[in-house]
């Protein structure tokens, strides 16, 4: 049983708005520890006590997901900045370094003075619904405490 400490193997396949956006179907399980905050928290909270062989329909809204989408973090830049860049289009992604260090943004507006970009995760302000397989469970690693 999926519990704290618990290494969790398992398939999944992630719609948003009823579109596949990820899957690990056809490929390796997804792994992480429980309680860990490996995944999102409401995905979490929702496998917590699960077993190997269990398969769940998990909806997970924004808050306990991605966050709400954020107008502040939308932010227009001189297009200048990005001369280098001669294939920019409206859903490029960008990578850079600002005062809070490394950013990636999406691309959602162009005009010849600005590039607009959400700083936003691109998943938030969404209701994710994820198709869940248990496939494996391992119980938390024991921590050997050695005498000083």
């Avoid at 990820?22 to 792994?31: F, V, Y």
């Avoid at 959602?108 to 869940?132: M, S, W």
């Amino acid at each position: 049983m999926i519990e704290g400490g618990s290494i969790v193997k398992m398939h999944y396949t992630l719609k948003v708005d009823g579109a596949v956006v990820d899957s690990s179907a056809g490929g390796e399980p997804l792994e992480f520890i429980q309680g860990e905050g490996q995944i999102i928290p409401g995905l979490e909270r929702e496998l917590a006590s699960a077993n190997p062989g269990d398969k769940k329909i998990v909806t997970v809204g924004p808050e306990q997901g991605y966050g709400e989408a954020r107008a502040e973090l939308v932010q227009k830049v001189p297009r200048e900045a990005f001369s280098q860049l001669k294939d920019l289009t409206v859903g490029s992604v960008v990578r850079g370094e600002g005062p809070g260090g490394v950013f990636q943004a999406s691309v959602t507006e162009l005009t010849e003075a600005e590039v607009t970009l959400d700083l936003n995760h691109p998943l938030a302000g969404k209701t994710l619904v994820f198709d869940v397989e248990v496939v494996g469970v391992a119980a938390a690693p024991s921590k050997l405490i050695l005498p000083p």
